[in-house]
């Protein structure tokens, strides 16, 4: 158990939906990331937050947005759904600002199905 | 920004023999590069890493090489075992952490 919780696990949804995926990370980590894995296309990263500011940004697209609460449980929003949007979505947690300080706690993430 | 290629997708190895991953990454300015393994419906999780001011890291069967200058970097896996079987992906960071697309690792009986 890397000690970070992602909810749901499993979500089915229709094309033109919106979703959104929870995660809290590891007692005392600041940092939360958001990853896709889609088949053959490894982990894309989408966004990065420290302590409730965005930090870094990658490939997410504009119909997709993130947040991080005070409480520093983050939420990544996805709408105008379609099919190439099924995938699964990391969420990782780590201590510090910097992501070339140490490891990333992923958590198991949340497997969208878009039908 | 950032881009890691992998290579190879796929590998199969017999039982025991040796199993070598290789990546290459294009900002000079990244100087983390971390391993991860991920089994076969599990969570990637971290199984070594390097930093660019070290050539060469070991934990017992698993190494990694890094050569600043190629910006290259490698996963070396001795004496493999059935267990060593998932998808194993390299990343390299400066200010994100980018990752490869991975290579799934196959061990023959």
């Known amino acids: 158990d890397s000690g970070v919780t992602q909810t749901p696990k499993h979500l089915i949804t229709a094309t033109g939906q919106r979703v959104t995926l929870r995660c809290s990370p590891r007692?005392?980590?600041?940092?939360v990331y958001w990853y896709q894995q889609s088949l053959d296309q490894g982990l894309q990263f989408l966004i990065q937050?420290?302590?409730?500011?965005?930090?870094a940004k990658g490939n997410i697209l504009e119909r997709f947005s993130a947040q991080q609460f005070p409480d520093l449980h983050s939420e990544l929003n996805l709408s105008s759904l379609e099919l190439g949007d099924s995938a699964l979505y990391f969420c990782?947690?780590?201590?510090?600002?910097?992501?070339?300080?140490?490891?990333?706690?992923f958590g198991e993430g949340s497997r969208l199905t878009v039908l | 920004g950032e881009n890691v290629e992998q290579h190879p997708s796929t590998l199969s190895v017999q039982e025991g023999d040796s199993a070598v991953i290789k990546c290459t990454y294009s900002?000079?300015?990244?100087?983390?590069f971390p391993w991860y393994k991920q089994e076969l419906g599990k969570r990637p999780q971290l199984i070594i890493d390097?930093?660019?001011?070290?050539g060469e890291k070991k934990d017992q069967r698993i190494a990694v090489t890094l050569n600043k200058t190629a910006k290259h970097f490698s996963l070396h896996i001795t004496e493999t075992q059935p267990e060593d079987s998932a998808v194993y992906f390299c990343?390299?960071?400066?200010?994100?952490?980018?990752f490869g697309k991975g290579t799934r690792l196959h061990i023959l009986p």
């Open positions: 937050y420290y302590n409730g500011e965005e930090r």
């Open positions: 990782a947690s780590s201590v510090d600002l910097a992501a070339n300080t140490g490891e990333l706690f």
């Open positions: 990343a390299a960071t400066d200010d994100k952490i980018i």
């Open positions: 900002d000079s300015a990244s100087n983390y």
């Open positions: 390097i930093r660019s001011n070290v």
């Open positions: 007692s005392g980590d600041l940092s």
